[in-house]
């Protein structure tokens, strides 16, 4: 093997991707003072939910398995999961609202020139908020008709209402997050995603 | 009705709106239209959570969080090294191998996009490195994961089975058939774009670095053989396979390799809980959005309008082809099972069909359309894992859908390309 | 009258003992009357709870849900899970269902507390269970591991049988028999056969522990501020579709197995003798005590009326 070859298997064994670059700067906020401080706060609980919950969820579903295999199954596992997943998922639309990471289909809205491009990020931020505020009242109501009824879930035996609790939350909170990135794009001459992301893909590794 | 929903969904798409938004406008104009007002939204609420909720889904994030834990460390690269020291002087080689490792990774676990993650997050920047483009790569990973239906374990098939009252078994064998079809002509496809475009080549290893290369890839060689021997070990099941790998990964990544300390593995769990999130509130408005359509009987006031009756078996497979892939661009496959199989099973039974064949044919309607715009699973998930905009993810798509709907076409009329296998083990 | 549209969603698949219900039910709803009624099968509107929670609301006229489900709920309605306390009987069974006043006096109550009218509860077939290796005692379960439903008195009865109760989901059972995760699992003789659970398993064994229940019912306020002719029309309807079912669901236990004996002609079906059963019947003490303890006297009272329309169903049929 040449000096080169050994060279380039080393060098393709580092790793294959950075490091989610905008995931892994420390939260800001584009609040001013005590609101700013709640809004780094939020930040960092939602994201130690979504981490302690995809870790959870992996211990769970391994205990699980040695526990059958060894003892018995854990007879909670699949709903401890199952509240988990409802947990990650309305912490993390929030979390990835904040970064600007929600999926959309912007070929038309990227033809755009900036002006007009400005006004839809403006109108498309004010009508996901109403829609996420909106679906919050409707999902506290669910919440509480839930709560009203009281089933339980079968294996835990715990109100079935306990598992819906973030989900109004986390629809509050992108809700909020869309009103802040409108108020941004009022007030700053640029373009933002979302309150701490400008527009545009990183436009490394694009090659169409 | 379904005009009006899938106008205000379309139109909202192309404006750009976070595509959640399209999803629940669809649905709240849905629910205003049939009730007039807002009074029994909460129904809508009810299926956003139910709809994230099945236990399957599970393996999604859990392959996420390992193929993310190998793709930031050691595993992954070390794994590819291997592959490549064998396919690398080949025109096309990594291609094929990445058709061929999603095929056979989507195959045990069951879950396409699961296996967009787990085999997509390691290959494609190596593919990026070796020349090919993006938009190809995208595709070919989007695409081939959706094999995944065809081949057994497929919950697809099961659903079908159960709903249609087909032997589970005899779907299982006849979905080999058209899901290997595919990857050969994913291949052929693979090699033509590599020659056309002239993608280079590495040299061709000798067999003393391919040993080299063999003996680096033993600790990453545990994950195919955790997730193969514990599946058909009867240890564990798909879902639970993903988690036994998240631990295999952590192992190795933070004990043996040290490439990972704690704090990286918490950004590593928080990037798969965010990657997760995102898709998921898809998956939820999409069944909200389902709820809404089967609940308004629009299959059935659709496929009433276009009178199957009268004909023969050729233009009833059309259409249940055509049905399934329209339904598939929109509406969650496993709903769509759900709803239309009951509304042709007359026709089938009247006409006389292979109910195995009829199945086949679903299935690989269904697996394309979790690949086809503009509603996907496994579009939104590249998406996200990858971070590409929407048309990126989606521009390298017509070959294949092309390859994939020829190989629909060719089902229809030589049932045999299912039935081969089937016929051989049980009859 | 004016004619409306109701909805009626159910568990199962068309084709299967709720699907065969609510299609009789809708055949005489729209002989007898102006309204048209449209079925929304298993997972077509959601899950068993969803479909629940959507008939409280009244976005769902009727909804057809197992008290196995119904349990989360109405904790009560898991009376149904005690085994050995429905008779193996056909006959008794049926007297059992068309009179028993636990069905149509006490249960109705705990219905309504939830907003719905129940409008009867029907029997879907004996409860089997498929196995790899043959089931003749206690003994021979040690070590099985046995798929239940998550239902807390399942756990309880399988492991007083003496396997190993093991929660899967049931998307997941298929496959899991297949693989060999586990070695087990129980359900009504019908869909033994309609979910192909003789594909992946060798041996069927009827040890008589229980027969499937089920309750269709209708959201409450939805039903009391019908007319009298159109309660009218649903009290036949009901009436019609269980007359119907009782014939319809003991058949089809003999036709399931015809058909996966033709399927698989290899398949070993048991049915246990009344001395093989004794000393799985002999397990039961504790299942009731539990029931009796997640329940408290509501669920005694239930309990204990049910014993004794039992007892008169078995004297009405001797
Ligand atoms: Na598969
Ligand atoms: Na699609």
């Known amino acids: 093997m040449t000096n080169e070859q050994e060279n380039d298997m080393l060098a393709a064994s580092q790793p294959l991707v950075e490091p989610d670059a905008d995931i892994l700067t420390d939260d800001t906020s584009a609040l001013p003072g005590v609101l700013g401080v709640l809004d780094i706060g939020i930040a960092k609980l939602e994201a130690f939910m979504l981490a302690a919950g995809v870790l959870l969820m992996a211990l769970n579903t391994v205990a699980n398995v040695i526990g059958r295999v060894f003892f018995e199954s854990l007879y909670f596992s699949e709903e401890l999961n199952r509240i988990l997943i409802i947990l990650i998922t309305f912490a993390g639309i929030s979390y990835a609202a904040r970064h600007g990471r929600h999926i959309r289909m912007s070929a038309i809205y990227d033809t755009l020139p900036p002006k007009p491009r400005k006004m839809m990020t403006i109108l498309i931020s004010l009508v996901t908020a109403i829609f996420m505020l909106g679906l919050a009242w409707y999902s506290l109501q669910f919440l509480l008709t839930t709560m009203g009824r009281g089933r339980v879930l079968p294996a835990l035996q715990i109100p079935v209402w306990v598992t819906l609790c973030w989900v109004p939350m986390g629809f509050v909170l992108t809700g909020l997050q869309y009103v802040l990135t409108a108020i941004k794009n009022i007030i700053e001459p640029d373009i933002y995603l979302s309150t701490n992301v400008l527009e545009g893909y990183d436009n490394d590794e694009r090659e169409i | 009705m379904a005009w009006i929903v899938f106008g205000v969904m379309i139109v909202l798409l192309l404006l750009g709106f976070p595509m959640m938004i399209p999803l629940m406008a669809g649905t709240l104009t849905g629910f205003l239209l049939i009730f007039g007002d807002l009074s029994q939204i909460e129904t809508a609420v009810q299926q956003i959570v139910a709809g994230i909720r099945p236990a399957s889904l599970i393996a999604v994030p859990m392959f996420i969080f390992a193929a993310d834990i190998m793709t930031r460390g050691q595993s992954a690269g070390r794994l590819i090294d291997m592959v490549m020291s064998f396919v690398g002087h080949l025109k096309g080689g990594l291609a094929v191998a990445t058709a061929a490792a999603c095929t056979m990774f989507g195959a045990v676990s069951g879950s396409t996009q699961a296996t967009v993650v787990a085999i997509g997050s390691p290959l494609r920047p190596r593919m990026l490195k070796a020349g090919y483009k993006d938009s190809f790569i995208l595709a070919l990973i989007v695409n081939s994961s959706d094999i995944a239906f065809l081949i057994p374990p497929s919950i697809g098939m099961i659903i079908y089975g159960v709903v249609s009252n087909t032997s589970i078994a005899e779907l299982f064998i006849a979905g080999i058939g058209p899901g290997l079809l595919i990857l050969v002509c994913f291949s052929i496809f693979s090699v033509i774009y590599a020659i056309r475009n002239d993608v280079p080549t590495e040299p061709r290893a000798n067999w003393a670095q391919r040993l080299k290369a063999v003996q680096r890839a033993l600790w990453p060689m545990g994950f195919p053989a955790i997730i193969i021997g514990g599946i058909y070990g009867g240890v564990f099941s798909p879902t639970e396979a993903a988690a036994a790998c998240v631990l295999y990964a952590l192992i190795l990544e933070v004990v043996i390799f040290r490439e990972l300390d704690l704090r990286g593995v918490f950004d590593t769990a928080k990037s798969t809980g965010l990657i997760t999130a995102v898709v998921f509130i898809l998956v939820g408005a999409g069944a909200a959005f389902s709820w809404i359509i089967s609940f308004a009987q629009i299959p059935q006031a659709v496929l009433g309008a276009v009178g199957i009756d009268d004909m023969g078996s050729i233009g009833v497979l059309f259409v249940i082809s055509v049905a399934f892939f329209i339904g598939c661009m929109f509406v969650d496959p496993i709903v769509v099972i759900l709803v239309l199989v009951p509304v042709f099973a007359p026709v089938v039974d009247a006409i006389g069909l292979d109910p195995v064949h009829v199945g086949i044919i679903i299935t690989l309607q269904v697996a394309i359309g979790s690949a086809t715009p503009p509603f996907g699973c496994d579009i939104f998930t590249a998406i996200a894992v990858f971070k590409r905009p929407y048309i990126e993810v989606i521009r390298g798509t017509p070959p294949f859908i092309a390859i994939l709907l020829s190989v629909s076409v060719a089902l229809i009329f030589f049932p045999q390309i299912a039935l081969f296998l089937r016929d051989l083990a049980f009859k | ?318």
């Open chain 3, 1 to 318: 009258a004016t004619a409306d549209t109701w909805r009626y969603a159910h568990e199962e698949a068309a084709s299967e003992v709720q699907g065969v219900f609510a299609q009789k039910f809708k055949e005489e709803i729209e002989a007898n009357s102006e309204h048209t009624l449209q079925l929304f099968p298993f997972g077509t509107l959601g899950e068993s709870a969803d479909i629940m929670e959507q008939a409280q609301s009244g976005i769902l006229q009727f909804v057809n849900q197992s008290p196995g489900f119904t349990g989360a709920l109405i904790p009560e309605a898991q009376v149904f899970f005690v085994p050995y306390l429905l008779p193996q009987d056909e006959a008794t069974l049926q007297e059992f269902f068309t009179n028993s006043k636990a069905i149509k006096e006490m249960f109705p109550a705990l219905y309504a507390e939830q907003g719905l009218e129940l409008l009867t509860m029907y029997p879907e077939g004996e409860v089997c269970m498929t196995t790899q290796e043959p089931v003749k005692s206690p003994a021979d379960l040690a070590g099985v591991k046995f798929r239940v439903m998550t239902n807390p008195l399942l756990v309880e009865s399988y492991s007083a049988f003496g396997a190993t109760p093991t929660p899967l989901p049931w998307g997941e059972v298929y496959g899991a028999l297949q693989t060999g995760i586990i070695q087990g699992q129980e359900n009504p003789r019908f869909y033994l056969d309609s979910t192909k659970m003789y594909e992946v398993t060798d041996v069927i064994t009827c040890i008589g522990h229980n027969n499937f229940t089920t309750a269709a019912m209708a959201n409450k306020d939805f039903y009391d501020g019908l007319s009298d002719a159109d309660k009218t029309v649903i009290a036949n309807a009901t009436d019609a579709a269980f007359e119907y079912i009782l014939g319809y669901q003991s058949e089809l236990g003999k036709t399931s197995f015809d058909n996966i004996l033709a399927a698989k002609p290899e398949m070993e079906i048991n049915i246990l003798s009344e001395a093989e059963r004794e000393p799985f019947k002999a397990t039961a003490g504790p299942v009731e005590a539990a029931y009796i303890e997640m329940t408290g006297d509501t669920g005694e009272a239930i309990l204990t009326q049910m014993k004794a329309d039992l007892k008169a169903a078995e004297v009405a049929t001797q």
